[in-house]
T-cell receptor, first 114, second 111 residues
Framework: SQTIHQWPATLVQPVGSPLSLECTVE??????LYWYRQAAGRGLQLLFY??????ISSEVPQNLSASRPQDRQFILSSKKLLLSDSGFYLC?????????????FGPGTRLTVL | RKEVEQDPGPFNVPEGATVAFNCTYS??????FFWYRQDCRKEPKLLMS???SGNEDGRFTAQLNRASQYISLLIRDSKLSDSATYLC????????????FGRGTQLTVWP
Protein backbone atom coordinates (compact mmCIF):
# COMPACT_ATOMS: atom_id res chain seq x y z
CA SER A 1 0.00 0.00 0.00
CA GLN A 2 1.02 3.58 -0.50
CA THR A 3 2.29 5.74 2.34
CA ILE A 4 3.44 9.33 2.47
CA HIS A 5 5.88 10.75 4.99
CA GLN A 6 6.70 14.30 5.96
CA TRP A 7 9.30 15.69 8.29
CA PRO A 8 9.79 17.37 10.54
CA ALA A 9 6.36 17.20 12.20
CA THR A 10 6.80 20.58 13.88
CA LEU A 11 9.28 23.38 13.42
CA VAL A 12 9.89 26.74 15.08
CA GLN A 13 12.17 29.05 13.12
CA PRO A 14 13.23 32.70 13.44
CA VAL A 15 12.41 35.22 10.73
CA GLY A 16 15.11 35.28 8.07
CA SER A 17 16.24 31.70 8.62
CA PRO A 18 16.22 29.06 5.86
CA LEU A 19 13.69 26.25 5.54
CA SER A 20 13.70 22.74 4.16
CA LEU A 21 10.70 20.44 4.42
CA GLU A 22 10.76 16.96 2.98
CA CYS A 23 8.08 14.67 1.65
CA THR A 24 8.52 11.10 0.45
CA VAL A 25 6.04 8.65 -0.98
CA GLU A 26 6.29 4.86 -0.85
CA UNK A 27 4.45 2.19 -2.78
CA UNK A 28 3.80 4.06 -6.00
CA UNK A 29 5.74 5.19 -9.05
CA UNK A 30 5.66 8.49 -10.89
CA UNK A 31 3.09 10.15 -8.64
CA UNK A 32 1.94 13.71 -9.06
CA LEU A 33 3.05 15.57 -5.95
CA TYR A 34 1.66 18.71 -4.34
CA TRP A 35 2.62 21.17 -1.60
CA TYR A 36 -0.20 22.99 0.19
CA ARG A 37 -0.26 25.47 3.03
CA GLN A 38 -3.10 25.87 5.49
CA ALA A 39 -2.95 29.05 7.54
CA ALA A 40 -4.85 29.19 10.82
CA GLY A 41 -8.61 29.29 10.19
CA ARG A 42 -8.20 29.26 6.44
CA GLY A 43 -8.52 26.82 3.58
CA LEU A 44 -5.79 24.92 1.80
CA GLN A 45 -3.69 26.94 -0.61
CA LEU A 46 -1.84 25.11 -3.38
CA LEU A 47 1.81 26.23 -3.48
CA PHE A 48 3.55 23.88 -5.94
CA TYR A 49 2.89 20.76 -7.91
CA UNK A 50 5.08 18.35 -9.83
CA UNK A 51 4.30 15.73 -12.46
CA UNK A 52 7.82 14.33 -12.61
CA UNK A 53 11.47 14.61 -11.59
CA UNK A 54 12.70 18.17 -11.99
CA UNK A 55 9.28 19.44 -13.10
CA ILE A 56 7.85 22.08 -10.78
CA SER A 57 4.91 24.39 -11.30
CA SER A 58 4.30 27.31 -8.96
CA GLU A 59 0.85 28.51 -8.06
CA VAL A 60 1.59 31.56 -5.99
CA PRO A 61 4.61 33.87 -6.26
CA GLN A 62 6.35 33.97 -2.89
CA ASN A 63 9.67 33.40 -1.18
CA LEU A 64 9.25 29.61 -1.25
CA SER A 65 10.60 27.16 -3.79
CA ALA A 66 10.19 23.44 -4.45
CA SER A 67 12.32 20.72 -5.93
CA ARG A 68 11.82 17.11 -6.95
CA PRO A 69 15.24 15.43 -7.03
CA GLN A 70 13.82 11.90 -7.11
CA ASP A 71 10.59 10.34 -8.33
CA ARG A 72 9.11 9.98 -4.86
CA GLN A 73 10.75 12.91 -3.08
CA PHE A 74 9.43 16.46 -2.94
CA ILE A 75 11.16 19.26 -1.05
CA LEU A 76 9.88 22.69 -0.03
CA SER A 77 12.49 25.35 0.69
CA SER A 78 13.01 28.96 1.56
CA LYS A 79 16.17 31.03 1.82
CA LYS A 80 14.65 33.54 4.26
CA LEU A 81 11.45 32.90 6.18
CA LEU A 82 8.83 35.57 6.76
CA LEU A 83 6.31 35.74 9.60
CA SER A 84 3.58 35.11 7.05
CA ASP A 85 5.13 31.73 6.20
CA SER A 86 3.75 30.27 9.42
CA GLY A 87 1.20 27.56 8.81
CA PHE A 88 0.49 23.88 8.35
CA TYR A 89 2.35 22.52 5.32
CA LEU A 90 0.86 19.49 3.66
CA CYS A 91 2.29 17.27 0.96
CA UNK A 92 -0.10 15.24 -1.16
CA UNK A 93 0.24 12.60 -3.85
CA UNK A 94 -1.95 11.47 -6.67
CA UNK A 95 -1.52 8.62 -9.10
CA UNK A 96 -2.30 8.35 -12.78
CA UNK A 97 -3.50 10.88 -15.26
CA UNK A 98 -7.26 10.79 -14.85
CA UNK A 99 -8.82 14.02 -13.63
CA UNK A 100 -10.94 11.91 -11.28
CA UNK A 101 -8.00 10.82 -9.13
CA UNK A 102 -8.09 11.58 -5.46
CA UNK A 103 -5.23 13.19 -3.59
CA UNK A 104 -3.84 11.72 -0.38
CA PHE A 105 -2.13 13.82 2.22
CA GLY A 106 0.88 13.33 4.43
CA PRO A 107 0.73 14.09 8.16
CA GLY A 108 1.96 17.65 7.63
CA THR A 109 4.55 19.96 9.12
CA ARG A 110 3.42 22.68 11.49
CA LEU A 111 5.73 25.67 11.01
CA THR A 112 5.88 28.64 13.36
CA VAL A 113 8.00 31.60 12.34
CA LEU A 114 8.89 33.94 15.20
CA ARG B 1 -16.71 34.68 -6.03
CA LYS B 2 -14.82 31.87 -4.32
CA GLU B 3 -14.30 28.66 -6.27
CA VAL B 4 -15.87 26.56 -3.50
CA GLU B 5 -18.16 27.90 -0.80
CA GLN B 6 -19.33 26.11 2.30
CA ASP B 7 -21.30 27.07 5.37
CA PRO B 8 -18.54 27.21 8.02
CA GLY B 9 -20.91 26.20 10.84
CA PRO B 10 -20.32 25.16 13.52
CA PHE B 11 -22.95 22.48 13.51
CA ASN B 12 -23.60 21.05 16.97
CA VAL B 13 -25.80 17.95 16.96
CA PRO B 14 -26.59 15.13 19.41
CA GLU B 15 -25.57 11.56 18.81
CA GLY B 16 -27.96 9.81 16.47
CA ALA B 17 -28.96 12.98 14.63
CA THR B 18 -28.94 13.44 10.89
CA VAL B 19 -26.96 16.41 9.61
CA ALA B 20 -26.45 17.80 6.12
CA PHE B 21 -23.72 20.04 4.71
CA ASN B 22 -23.97 22.04 1.52
CA CYS B 23 -21.38 23.27 -0.90
CA THR B 24 -21.47 25.30 -4.12
CA TYR B 25 -18.76 25.59 -6.75
CA SER B 26 -18.21 28.17 -9.47
CA UNK B 27 -16.29 26.30 -12.20
CA UNK B 28 -18.80 24.61 -14.51
CA UNK B 29 -15.97 22.61 -16.10
CA UNK B 30 -15.24 20.75 -12.85
CA UNK B 31 -15.43 17.00 -13.25
CA UNK B 32 -14.40 15.51 -9.92
CA PHE B 33 -15.91 16.15 -6.53
CA PHE B 34 -14.86 14.96 -3.11
CA TRP B 35 -15.58 15.27 0.57
CA TYR B 36 -12.58 15.19 2.90
CA ARG B 37 -12.59 15.04 6.67
CA GLN B 38 -10.04 16.93 8.74
CA ASP B 39 -9.59 16.37 12.46
CA CYS B 40 -8.12 19.13 14.59
CA ARG B 41 -4.45 19.71 13.74
CA LYS B 42 -4.37 16.71 11.41
CA GLU B 43 -4.17 16.24 7.67
CA PRO B 44 -7.32 16.02 5.53
CA LYS B 45 -8.44 12.48 4.79
CA LEU B 46 -10.59 11.43 1.87
CA LEU B 47 -14.09 10.59 3.05
CA MET B 48 -15.88 10.09 -0.25
CA SER B 49 -15.58 10.74 -3.93
CA UNK B 50 -18.85 11.98 -5.43
CA UNK B 51 -19.91 10.41 -8.71
CA UNK B 52 -22.61 11.32 -11.22
CA SER B 53 -25.82 12.03 -9.33
CA GLY B 54 -24.48 10.89 -5.96
CA ASN B 55 -23.44 7.87 -3.93
CA GLU B 56 -23.72 6.30 -0.52
CA ASP B 57 -21.17 4.78 1.84
CA GLY B 58 -22.68 3.45 5.03
CA ARG B 59 -24.07 6.37 7.02
CA PHE B 60 -22.76 8.91 4.52
CA THR B 61 -24.56 10.02 1.38
CA ALA B 62 -23.19 12.53 -1.11
CA GLN B 63 -25.29 14.23 -3.77
CA LEU B 64 -24.20 16.20 -6.82
CA ASN B 65 -26.32 18.59 -8.84
CA ARG B 66 -24.31 19.73 -11.85
CA ALA B 67 -27.00 22.07 -13.14
CA SER B 68 -26.99 24.02 -9.88
CA GLN B 69 -23.27 23.40 -9.20
CA TYR B 70 -24.16 22.12 -5.78
CA ILE B 71 -22.85 19.25 -3.65
CA SER B 72 -24.17 17.95 -0.37
CA LEU B 73 -23.10 15.50 2.32
CA LEU B 74 -25.64 13.80 4.57
CA ILE B 75 -24.56 12.01 7.74
CA ARG B 76 -27.13 9.74 9.37
CA ASP B 77 -27.02 8.39 12.91
CA SER B 78 -24.19 10.73 13.93
CA LYS B 79 -21.44 9.34 16.15
CA LEU B 80 -19.15 11.19 18.53
CA SER B 81 -16.30 10.18 16.25
CA ASP B 82 -17.88 12.12 13.36
CA SER B 83 -16.82 15.38 15.06
CA ALA B 84 -14.42 17.02 12.60
CA THR B 85 -14.25 19.62 9.85
CA TYR B 86 -15.64 18.50 6.50
CA LEU B 87 -14.02 19.91 3.37
CA CYS B 88 -15.79 20.16 0.05
CA UNK B 89 -13.27 19.71 -2.78
CA UNK B 90 -13.71 20.24 -6.51
CA UNK B 91 -11.22 19.82 -9.33
CA UNK B 92 -10.41 22.56 -11.80
CA UNK B 93 -11.82 20.76 -14.79
CA UNK B 94 -9.27 20.18 -17.52
CA UNK B 95 -6.24 20.98 -15.38
CA UNK B 96 -4.93 17.66 -14.13
CA UNK B 97 -5.29 17.00 -10.44
CA UNK B 98 -5.52 20.59 -9.30
CA UNK B 99 -8.17 20.99 -6.68
CA UNK B 100 -10.16 23.76 -5.09
CA PHE B 101 -10.76 23.32 -1.37
CA GLY B 102 -13.59 24.85 0.58
CA ARG B 103 -12.77 26.27 3.98
CA GLY B 104 -14.70 23.48 5.66
CA THR B 105 -17.75 22.98 7.81
CA GLN B 106 -17.15 22.22 11.47
CA LEU B 107 -19.25 19.49 13.08
CA THR B 108 -19.45 18.66 16.77
CA VAL B 109 -21.48 15.65 17.87
CA TRP B 110 -22.33 15.67 21.56
CA PRO B 111 -23.43 12.74 23.75
Amino acid sequence: SQTIHQWPATLVQPVGSPLSLECTVEGTSNPNLYWYRQAAGRGLQLLFYSVGIGQISSEVPQNLSASRPQDRQFILSSKKLLLSDSGFYLCAWETGTSVRNEQFFGPGTRLTVL
Amino acid sequence: RKEVEQDPGPFNVPEGATVAFNCTYSNSASQSFFWYRQDCRKEPKLLMSVYSSGNEDGRFTAQLNRASQYISLLIRDSKLSDSATYLCVVNRGSTLGRLYFGRGTQLTVWP
